[in-house]
């Protein structure tokens, strides 16, 4: 039986050019190379300039997908930006980035869910695409979390950092089997129980300010573990696919520990797991699509591989999406 599936036709990513080791990071708080390295994975990060906006990262990361997947941009009718971060409190970053990749139709919003924006971003447009909504989408994860971090905090400053990664996906028709191209299946979850865990402290509609980052690094290490294990489990149920059938694992970028025990607890080999932390350190919603481009030029992302994504953030939010390539 026919059935239409979101096929991803191109990924994109853009950093900022200014780097920020664990060195200079140890010139600002109590902090030392060894123990973000021991404790995290991360080596190196990457800052905005000052006027270099989370949309602008949006636009270049969405230019090199749509360059990749050989689609003008007036032939996209949805962008469906994940970010926490947006250059305004409105409008949505995503218009904006409509705006500046010259897209006059469709539609554009943002989709706030923190760490896991991208695969709800990516759940929202494959349920447009699937639909028949919308023919052609842009997603994007772009973050500046550079500019809500609280930089005299060490247990939260050394672990995040900035850029964007998109893809583009096309409605395509295919048979409607498990060994179809594109996604096929997602799921997000979330629990407001939870919010204490992971916040940003201000906000238009409380202190009319921006506000900074605070976390409960343990705790929501805990949480992560547990729930990202339960979410990737009932998504390959869904499919009927086993963890062993995983070509490529492309999980949010928070901590390598946690992706290793995620990975282990399911039995995903190690050599299958995509690590860009060690070079963006924690990007929140780019995360997945900046291992996506990662994964792409090592060659590692080729058609017709089985791509496992995951992630969970503030919220607390978290969900997981299998794809193939
Ligand atoms: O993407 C959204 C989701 N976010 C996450 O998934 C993050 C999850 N959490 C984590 O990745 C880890 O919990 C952290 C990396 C944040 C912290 O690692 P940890 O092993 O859980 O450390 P901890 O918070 O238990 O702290 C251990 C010690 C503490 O010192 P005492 O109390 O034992 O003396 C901290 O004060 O490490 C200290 N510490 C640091 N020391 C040097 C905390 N941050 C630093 C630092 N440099 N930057």
């Given amino acids: 039986m026919a059935f239409i599936r979101s096929v991803i036709r191109g990924v994109g990513a853009h950093l900022p050019k200014r780097v920020m080791t664990n060195d200079d990071l140890s010139r600002l708080v109590d902090t030392t190379d060894a123990w973000i390295r ?6 190196e990060r990457h800052i905005a300039e000052e006027g270099e906006l989370t949309s602008d990262l949006g636009i ?29 409190t409105f409008p949505a970053t995503g218009v904006r980035i409509q705006a500046g990749l010259g897209i006059t139709r469709g539609a554009a919003f943002d989709v706030q869910a923190v760490c896991s924006g991208f695969i709800y971003a990516l759940s929202i447009a494959d349920n447009f695409l699937k639909t028949g909504q919308f023919k052609r989408a842009v997603v994007v994860g772009a973050e500046t979390f550079s500019r809500i971090l609280d930089w005299s905090d060490r247990g939260t400053c050394v672990l995040f950092g900035d850029g964007a990664g998109a893809v583009v996906l096309e409605a395509q028709t295919q048979l409607g089997s498990r060994e179809d191209r594109g996604i096929l299946a997602t799921r997000i979850r979330s629990d407001g129980r939870f919010e204490d865990l992971l916040y940003v402290d201000g906000g238009p509609g409380s ?31 869904m499919t009927g696919y086993a ?8 999980p949010h970028q928070a901590n390598k520990r946690i992706l290793d025990g995620i990975a282990h607890r399911l039995g995903i080999e190690p050599a299958k797991i995509v690590y860009t932390l060690a ?6 919603a780019a995360s997945i699509p900046l291992a996506l481009n990662q994964a792409l030029e090592d060659r590692r992302l080729t058609e017709g591989r089985l791509v496992l994504m995951e992630a969970m953030g503030g919220g607390l939010t978290w969900g997981a999406a299998l794809a193939r390539w």
């Fill in 279 to 284: 070079r963006h350190g924690n990007t929140s």
């Fill in 207 to 237: 202190t009319k300010t921006t506000g900074h980052l605070r976390m409960n690094g343990r705790e929501v290490f805990r949480h992560a573990v547990q729930k990202i294990a339960g979410v990737i489990e009932e998504t390959l149920v």
């Fill in 38 to 43: 021991e404790r995290t994975g991360i080596e």
């Fill in 60 to 88: 270049a990361a969405s230019r090199q997908a749509l360059v990749r997947a050989g689609i003008d941009p007036v032939d996209i009718d949805l962008v469906v930006c994940a970010t926490s971060t947006p250059d305004r």
């Fill in 243 to 250: 963890p062993g059938e995983v070509d490529l694992y492309v």
